[in-house]
């Protein structure tokens, strides 16, 4: 972090780094979307701004503590405490994280919930993916909330994607072809990955292909896009002389063994986790 970014942040809200406490370090860390403890540190070590004596003093405060102190209640959550001096980014969580608020403040969305209010705190706890705005009009600040899946993994811009109950709706049931798209349906003039999702079961009757499916969930839209691409990277290895417009005829990666044991989890709204751990049970006796 820009040791500039630290003094305007301490400046906005007049904290000095000579008195600097752990409540007040945590609110700066809030803002930087960086730990309380790496900011302490790099403000001693790095930066210079802190003495030795008052990184390890504010170091050892713990988290609870601090916590504690700035909402009024016990938190054993995540918390991010934002204050009008917020400015020049949005507010990022993930699910099950407390968010701080200042007092006054309207919310407009769904991914929050209020769980205490009163003249001096408004905490919230973020309770979906997706976006939302909060605002205290009569002093002319807002800002964006955004909150991501807990623990996600993944390209930043999908983070905060809402939740949808029909996962085909997020997936177009008219794409673009695509090479994988067309080699695997070059005979069938015009299908798409809906009729292909569809007509699965019937299909599969027809040609007399046991589907070893994931405990009854059958293919969904993206589900068939993934087989088409993996059946264009065989093909462009197995048969090259097959052209299909896009030019390539190598992949980016090659099979490599492996010893080690893997370990399947799938997206809880699956309800396969379950399942997995009933069987592994079953298996052991």
């Known amino acids: 972090m820009p040791k500039t970014a630290v003094i305007t942040g301490l400046a906005a809200r007049g904290f000095k780094p000579k008195s600097l406490t752990p409540d007040q370090a945590y609110i700066v860390s809030s803002w930087l979307g960086v730990g309380y403890p790496t900011l302490v540190r790099n403000m001693g070590l790095g930066m210079v701004l802190l003495q030795e004596d008052q990184v390890n003093a504010l170091t050892k405060v713990r988290l609870p503590r601090i916590r504690q102190s700035l909402l009024g209640f016990e938190c054993t959550e995540h918390l991010v405490y934002v ?14 994280d407390v968010i701080c608020l200042p007092p006054g403040v309207s919310v407009e969305g769904s991914v929050v919930e209020e769980i205490s209010r009163d003249e001096a705190i408004y905490a919230v706890k973020a309770i979906g993916p997706g976006k939302g705005r909060c605002a205290v009009p009569d002093a002319g600040w807002a800002q964006l909330v955004r ?109 490599r063994s492996s010893s080690a044991c893997l370990t399947y989890w799938y997206p809880p709204k699956w309800g396969l986790n379950e399942k997995i751990n009933q069987e592994q049970e079953e298996d052991s006796l």
């Open 83 to 96: 204050d009008e001096a917020w400015t020049g980014r949005a507010i990022d969580a993930q699910v099950g």
């Open 147 to 255: 909150v991501s899946r807990k623990q996600y993994c993944g390209l930043a811009r999908y983070r905060d994607l809402e939740e949808v109950d029909d996962e085909s709706a997020v997936y177009s049931t008219k794409p673009k072809p695509t090479p994988g798209l067309d080699r695997g349906l070059s005979q069938t003039h015009g299908a798409r990955r809906q009729q292909v999702a569809e007509r699965q079961h019937a299909e599969f009757e027809r040609l007399g292909i046991d589907l070893k499916s994931l405990w009854g969930r059958p293919l969904q839209l993206i589900d068939c896009q993934n087989l088409f691409c993996e059946v264009d990277k065989y093909g462009r290895v197995y048969h090259p002389e097959v052209e299909r417009g896009s030019g390539r005829t190598r992949i980016k990666q090659k099979f």
